[in-house]
């Protein structure tokens, strides 16, 4: 499965959108680019997955470079329960495995 | 559904002692998974299941860990003998037969944080 960097941390105001980069220059044709999160002392929770399209949902939205080198999650009004670290995966869809690197720790401010 | 319930949720126990992690994933999901997350490693795959059998434990650390499924709402990870290193949050993950993949719908339970003095 592919490497994936992310930055540290970042913040972010509240009822301002949250971009979080990631890099995945090394990502196969096949394998899809997933973000989930973990706040405080909970499990990990999907938030959206993505080949090579943009893709939107209730929660956020995953913008995939054309090269698929990199992509963003953008939190389009954060809260202050949106305060997590965020993990973005690069994973083959059948027979992969969820590889959980760091992350990026948001804190999002009053 | 009361979600992926794991018990207990903090155990404290010495080295040299057998530690039992117990997990009943969401009734009707085919899949449960066991991960263990670090500070130092982060969160890692330890094993998962298919329909009650083991598909891939190639995470699993050394002899001393072991995962059983014998029914569809219930599994445990062992760890005989524990050490100090031991010491982590071990998640349970469930999901349900994928239409074409399983990546995007696990479902993690709450967490043991387990310590090993």
């Known amino acids: 499965d592919a490497k994936t960097t992310q930055p540290t941390s970042m913040d972010c105001a509240e009822g301002r959108a949250a971009n979080l980069p990631c890099n995945h220059s090394t990502i196969s044709g096949n394998e899809y680019v997933y973000w989930y999160r973990q706040i405080h002392s909970q499990g990990p929770q999907y938030i959206i997955h993505?080949?090579?399209n943009n893709e939107t949902n209730e929660m956020a939205s995953l913008i995939i470079t054309e090269d698929r080198k990199s992509s963003t999650l953008i939190l389009p009004h954060a809260t202050l329960r949106d305060t997590a670290v965020y993990y973005c995966i690069a994973a083959y869809n059948q027979g992969g495995k969820l590889i959980f690197g760091q992350g990026t720790e948001l804190s999002v401010k009053p | 559904d009361a979600g992926v319930i794991q018990s207990p949720r903090h155990e404290v126990t010495e080295m040299g002692q057998e530690v039992t992690l117990r997990c009943k994933p969401i009734s009707g999901h085919d899949y449960l998974f066991w991960y263990r997350q670090t500070m130092m490693r982060g969160l890692e795959l330890l094993i998962y299941f298919n329909n009650n059998v083991p598909i891939d434990d190639s995470g699993m650390p050394e002899d001393r860990f072991s995962a059983k499924m014998p029914n569809a709402s219930f599994s445990t990870l062992k760890i005989q003998p524990s050490e100090p290193r031991d010491s982590a949050v071990y998640f349970c993950?469930?999901?349900?037969?994928?239409?074409?993949?399983?990546?995007?719908?696990?479902?993690f339970g709450p967490g043991t944080r387990l310590l090993v003095l």
């Open positions: 993505g080949l090579k």
């Open positions: 993950a469930s999901s349900p037969l994928p239409g074409w993949g399983i990546q995007e719908t696990q479902y």
